[in-house]
């Protein structure tokens, strides 16, 4: 197992910053890819970013320019950088990774930007 905690979330106004963090913990060791998903209210849940454990990130088009993900591999942490955040961001932020033995979820943390 590796369970998986996020934090950072929170409010801001359009246009601020949040930066979440995930951390991991257990069988880091079998973790290839790390990243992170997104559900707005009423909305499928949706992919953000993804790091591999080499660093090789992917982004969504609708988050690209505007968010960083990156990691750091000996505190088995990842963070997603966001900037210039807009109220179509608001949404329930879950860590995900992709280990070799399954794929795990954290609980997720609320991000709301308000106009």
């Known amino acids: 197992q590796v369970p998986l905690v996020e934090s950072g979330g929170g409010l801001v106004q359009a246009g601020g910053s949040l930066r979440l963090s995930c951390a991991a913990s257990g069988s880091t060791l079998s973790i290839n890819s790390m990243g992170w998903y997104r559900q707005a209210p009423g909305k499928q849940r949706e992919l953000v970013a993804v790091?591999?454990?080499?660093?090789?990130?992917n982004y969504a088009d609708s988050v690209k320019g505007r968010v960083t993900n990156s990691r750091d591999n000996a505190e088995n942490t990842v963070y997603l950088q966001m900037n210039s955040l807009k109220p179509q961001d608001t949404a329930v932020y879950y860590c995900?990774?992709?280990?070799?033995?399954?794929?795990?979820w954290g609980p997720g943390t609320q991000v709301t930007v308000s106009s």
């Open positions: 995900h990774a992709w280990g070799i033995r399954g794929n795990y």
């Open positions: 790091i591999t454990s080499g660093g090789t990130t």
